[in-house]
């Protein structure tokens, strides 16, 4: 595999944003969260599916069990549909796939809010559920790397950051939009309306709504890198995965610990702590839902900052600077909350922000790989690490809590300090691809 190949935004590394580039931009990220949100609505609604999907004479601890066991294999067809997905995108395209993505995830979203129960489907419900989850999964899996490698590929080479932060502040919103419809429907329903009918509406909408996000990603071109390895004919003949793995070992491990140290952000600060903050101060599920909002919104807009520091100084400079950032913050809020329950919007919010070094990411992963096949380096080393690190982390975090009641903000500060290893390495191999995200000329 040839060493020297296209950067992200080498064809055209000095021009300024466009129009063009904005609506790219701008119909990747709304098409990202969407599909997010298709992907993580059932979470929020765990608790009906286990009780409709399940036999009724089923032990309540072992009913949610079994949901949790359903929401969890759609991380786990997440690394088998990516890397098919990137090898296509590949050898075929980046735009294909990126439309494939949302289309395969908005079909099993509308058809989960049309399945049959066990009330009259029997078991044949769960078994149908779980292939749907399994097909959601794997669209997500190829969703976020391709996502990733299409903006940074059509942006100039000085706002890939940026790009890549936009785009993870998309996905994060998918998060937000989640939760904000799961409370307005338990909001606007009775709990014996939202068990008849109302828990179907979300999937129903998400799955309408993903077929908008289809529509609107016809309107996107490929992108001018892949467009370019097109024309001279130097699009990887081989297995794309075979070509990572033989010569690209070190891209892999980075790429694998900083996606560990993505999914402690998300999985533990965003989604773990509204649960963990009720039981630890006994802050009220309602009040603790609100925060969360608050943080995720934060999020949001902290990948977005975050992106365009790494545009500035660079990704190793964001990188420290940022998990610092984060590290301090994960203190202060787990203990600022529990000597003043008040403070916990103001905290969780500026911890939220802090979770926005995320942004830098995958600006890191996409650097990482040749173009010829970074589609496939990328999305093997995200979602496989994402499976094993997204799914370990609750079971390690309730584990380390019978000892250690801040050992959420315990592992949260290590895995900090992963991510300042590897951006102390990448600062001192400054010569590497993976690297070379520095500020434009």
């Keep these: 595999m040839p060493t020297a190949s296209l950067e992200p935004g080498q064809h055209s590394a000095q021009r300024p944003l466009t129009g063009q580039d904005a609506r790219t ?36 601890w072992l009913r949610q069990l079994q ?25 075929t395209g980046r735009k294909r796939m990126f439309t494939l993505s949302v289309f395969m995830m908005s079909v099993p979203t509308l058809l989960i809010g049309a399945l049959p129960t066990y009330a009259t489907a029997g ?10 989850r399994i097909c959601q999964g794997a669209a997500v899996g190829g969703e976020v790397p391709g996502a990733w490698v299409f903006v940074s590929e059509h942006v100039p080479h000085n706002r890939v ?17 989640g939760s904000l419809v799961a409370t307005l429907v338990n909001t606007v329903f009775t709990p014996e309306e939202v068990h008849a009918y109302g828990w179907r509406l979300p999937f129903l909408v ?29 699009l990887v003949q081989e297995l794309p995965l075979k070509a990572v793995l033989r010569g690209h070992g070190v891209a892999v491990v980075v790429s694998m610990l900083l996606t560990w140290v993505l999914t402690a952000g998300i999985v533990v600060v965003i989604l773990m702590t509204p649960t963990l903050v009720q039981k630890l101060y006994g802050i009220a599920p309602a009040q603790a839902l609100e925060a969360a909002s608050v943080a995720t ?28 950032l984060l590290l301090g913050a994960t203190y202060l809020f ?67 809590m019978k000892n250690h009641p801040l050992a959420a903000a315990h592992y949260v500060a290590a895995l900090c300090g992963v991510g300042m290893a590897v951006a102390v390495y990448l600062l001192s191999a400054g010569r590497s691809r993976f690297a070379a995200v520095t500020p434009a000329p």
């Design 334 to 400: 787990y203990l600022g909350v529990g000597a003043a329950p008040e403070r916990l919007v103001p905290l969780y919010a500026l911890v939220g922000f802090c979770v926005g070094v995320v942004g830098v990411v995958p600006t890191v992963m996409v650097r990482a790989f040749p173009a010829e096949v970074r589609f496939s380096g990328l999305s093997f080393s995200y979602n496989v690490a994402y499976a094993i690190f997204g799914g370990l982390t609750p079971l390690v975090v309730t584990l380390m």
């Design 206 to 234: 998400g799955g309408v709504f993903g077929f908008l996000a289809v529509f609107l990603r016809r309107w996107l071109a490929e992108t001018p890198v892949f467009e370019e390895m097109r024309q001279r004919r130097a």
């Design 297 to 324: 919104l934060a999020l949001t807009v902290g990948c977005i900052a975050y992106g365009l520091l790494a545009d500035r100084v660079g990704v190793g400079r964001a990188l420290v600077l940022g998990c610092g």
């Design 25 to 60: 931009l701008g119909l990747a990220a709304l098409g990202g969260a969407l599909e997010f949100y298709d992907f993580i609505i059932f979470v929020f609604f765990t608790t009906v599916i286990g009780q409709l999907f399940f036999p009724p004479d089923t032990a309540e």
């Design 123 to 132: 078991y044949a419900a769960p078994l149908a559920l779980l292939l749907l």
């Design 161 to 177: 950051g940026f790009a890549c932060g936009t785009l993870t502040s998309g996905l994060t919103l998918g998060i937000l939009l």
């Design 67 to 91: 949901a949790f066991g359903l929401f969890a294999a759609g991380y786990l067809a997440r690394p088998l549909g990516g890397i098919i997905m990137a090898h296509f995108g590949d050898r």
